[in-house]
């Protein structure tokens, strides 16, 4: 067999190409079940065409049993539902084939070796790249920490000053930050 005619039998131009899958062939066989459950049912669960007698004394007619409709629905929707799933598992069969086939001649241009070679660069930039953001990261943490403290010592000396302009006694609850030694 020539390459070239080996390129037409995969080729969309040469036809489909069924790919039959267990899935496919489930979803067939039930498929089959539901249409055959359809053809019995609506043969032997369909309401006749004729009028029912009227009642004795001349009373309407009993109302309709309607139990054979619902399950000519029910019916019905497996039926759709089968052959609906049917045509789902051939259409990922068909997209899983066209993504196995190789869509054409490997690039001469790279090897395992440049391949390697590039991962290992693109692994030091981020390396990198995460080492300067740490150093950012620590900078400002460090200068808010600063900022921090400096307010707080602020506001502390501030506090300190009012208490000691007013004249007033400080608070009850304010424990010194050294114990005193016992005696």
């Known amino acids: 067999m020539t390459e070239r005619a080996r390129t037409d039998h995969h080729s969309a ?6 790919q039959i899958s267990k899935l496919l062939v489930v979803a067939i066989i039930v ?3 539901a249409t055959g459950a359809l053809i019995v ?3 032997t669960q369909m309401p006749s065409g004729m009028t029912p007698a009227p009642g004795p004394g ?3 007619p009993p109302p309709p049993n309607l139990r054979p409709l619902a399950v000519v629905s029910i019916v019905t929707g497996f039926f759709v539902l089968a052959w609906l799933a049917v045509l789902v598992v051939f259409a990922r069969d068909q997209i899983l084939r066209q993504l196995r086939q190789p869509s054409g001649p490997p690039s001469p241009g790279v090897d395992s070796d440049d391949l390697n070679t ?8 981020i390396a990198s790249d995460r080492e300067r ?3 950012s990261l620590a900078e400002s943490m460090a200068e808010l920490t600063n900022e921090y403290g400096e307010r707080r010592e602020t506001d502390g000396y501030l506090s300190g000053m009012r208490t000691a302009t007013t004249g007033e006694p400080p608070e009850a609850n304010v424990r010194s930050l050294r114990r005193l030694p016992k005696r």
């Open 13 to 18: 131009l040469g036809g489909w190409h069924l």
């Open 58 to 60: 001349g009373l309407p």
């Open 133 to 135: 953001d740490l150093r």
């Open 31 to 33: 498929a089959t079940a």
């Open 118 to 125: 590039m991962l290992g660069d693109l692994r030091a930039e």
């Open 41 to 43: 049912t609506v043969l």
